[in-house]
């Protein structure tokens, strides 16, 4: 399953100290059902808070966000919350799994979270588990994974409840070269057979070459990446 994502006249800044710093401006994109894109910029361009705008976790300035036809403008927290938990999945450079909790665990989380049947979350947390290769670590703790395996129990997480968009901030960037590549390699084949719709923040230029589309965040604005056609 997958959706649209569409964004126009998206703005966004900040305070510092007494500086008005305005991060985006007026972004217009437009994301098909079932795409991966890429977006790439310096450091500091707003990659991020491009992100956490798309995925309900902060709130524009200007301009409006509509996932799968729905339109996050006017929504109150709980409404945010309840819509994120059940049409996006999130994937961060950092796993962020809970340290006390198994790989099953920590997948499972959204679904109980959700309300849905045990059962049914049990076997679907180690489906997924067992797909990025992980059926013999479903007891392990974070602590006792690698960086690669623990980055991959956070991919199974974003995906558990099936979320039609999945948005990943420099997933595989605090991994090294042979783990990010797995990584990533694991990220497209789940997306592509999930069918979900995916946007991607990276430093790494061969990964974004391997999206759909990559665009550039440059000066607050959005752009085709040079090369692109």
Known sequence: MSVAVRAAGLSKAYRD????????????????PGEMVAIVGPSGSGKSTLLHLLGALDRPD???VVIGGTSLA??????LAAFRNRTIGFVFQFHQLLPDFTALENVMLPGRIA?????????????????????????HFPSQLS?????????????SLEPPLLLADEPTGNLDPASGSHVFELLLDLQARHRTTGILVTHNPEIA????RV??????????????R
């Open 147 to 159: 960086g690669g395996e623990r980055q991959r129990v956070a991919l199974c997480r974003a995906l």
């Open 215 to 228: 665009l550039e965040l440059v000066d607050g604005g959005l752009r085709q990446a040079p090369g692109e």
């Open 17 to 32: 100290g007494l500086r008005r710093v305005e991060v985006l401006r007026e972004i217009d994109l437009a994301v098909e």
């Open 62 to 64: 200007a301009g409006s």
């Open 74 to 79: 006017g929504m109150s927290g709980a409404e």
């Open 115 to 139: 309300g849905r049947e045990p059962g049914a979350v049990h076997a679907h947390a180690r489906d997924l588990l067992a797909e990025v290769g992980l059926a013999e670590r479903f007891d």
């Open 209 to 212: 070459r391997r999206c759909s």
